[in-house]
């Protein structure tokens, strides 16, 4: 069982009163990209064993959309921060680097 | 005018808990950012509360205003003063970015009253009640719909789309079957 802690309404969500959102800090390519790029957008996505970042909706709840970093192995979450986020929060890329030295960052 | 019913006529079950389906109840939805001037004035003239803290209810007495999200709040009032109020919110928040919108007819609203009222909702809802703070709203998942629910008066109201209120009314009554008490 996944537990996220709703960034706006603080909530400890249990998986079911979320809505998965995919791979979170995504570039968009749009009108006038090369064809390359358009589709590593709309295709290409990570798939680690390891630490992975998340885009959830409190679907059930406050209904916003917040960013997630958690590990895909263990389940164990890293902290949660609001989607208005261009890249992850200083602090919980340190935490992660922390806890998981063998991690080669977010990008 | 015609006359305001609630979804299944005040339907009761009697369980190891009582589940009323109440109402009409007056419910307004009032989306504002908390910093949109005048916003706290309109709540007080609809329904004579503050604006609330995050996840919290304020209550004058039948009146009360919940946090439903950052940019969102239920007011609840008599379904009789719901006009009033409307045309209220409306004038004192003229000119800013807002919207509010009369729900009464829009949902179903139920009572589950008794010493064990809690175990018939942890049983459909994946919320911690342990964790709720007094006079906290909880918005979540009632078995298969979306709900909000608060403790209070012996019990616990909880709000669902009036759509789904049969629906509600029989995962309740099956949750609050004699016998189905939790250990």
């Known amino acids: ?107 | 005018m015609a006359e305001p019913v609630s979804a299944l006529g005040g339907a009761v079950f009697e369980g190891f808990a009582t589940v009323r389906e109440i109402g009409p109840l007056g419910m307004i939805t009032l989306r504002a950012k908390p910093d949109v001037p005048g916003l706290e004035a309109a709540v007080r003239g609809a329904v004579g509360t503050g604006l609330p803290a995050r996840r919290q209810m304020d209550w004058a007495k039948d009146r009360g205003c919940g946090w439903m999200s950052p940019d969102e709040y239920l007011l609840i009032l008599p379904h009789a003063e719901v006009g009033r109020a409307l045309a209220g919110i409306e004038a004192a928040l003229k000119g800013q970015h807002f919207l509010a919108v009369d729900v009464s007819d829009a949902r179903a609203v139920f009572r589950i009253e008794g010493e064990k009222a809690d175990q018939v909702l942890r049983k459909l809802a994946p919320a911690d009640l342990d964790a709720m703070a007094p006079g906290e709203l909880r918005r979540s998942r009632i078995a298969q719909v979306a709900g909000a629910f608060w403790a209070g008066e012996g019990g616990y109201t909880l709000v669902v789309f009036r759509s789904v209120a049969g629906y509600v009314m029989g995962v309740l009554t099956h949750s609050a079957q004699p016998g189905s008490e939790l250990a």
């Open chain 1, 1 to 107: 069982m996944l537990i996220l802690e709703c960034p706006y309404c603080g909530v400890k969500a249990e998986e079911t009163e979320l809505q998965p959102g995919g791979e979170a800090h995504l570039k968009r390519f749009g009108p006038g990209s090369s064809p390359e790029d358009f589709e590593a957008y709309m295709f290409a996505r990570k798939n680690p064993k390891g630490v992975h970042f998340e885009r959830w909706r409190h679907a059930y709840g406050c209904g916003k959309w917040f960013l997630a970093a958690r590990c895909t192995a263990t389940l164990e979450v890293f902290g949660t921060y609001p989607a208005q986020s261009p890249e992850p929060p200083a602090d919980l890329v340190n935490k992660i680097k922390a806890k998981r030295p063998e991690w080669k960052g977010w990008k």
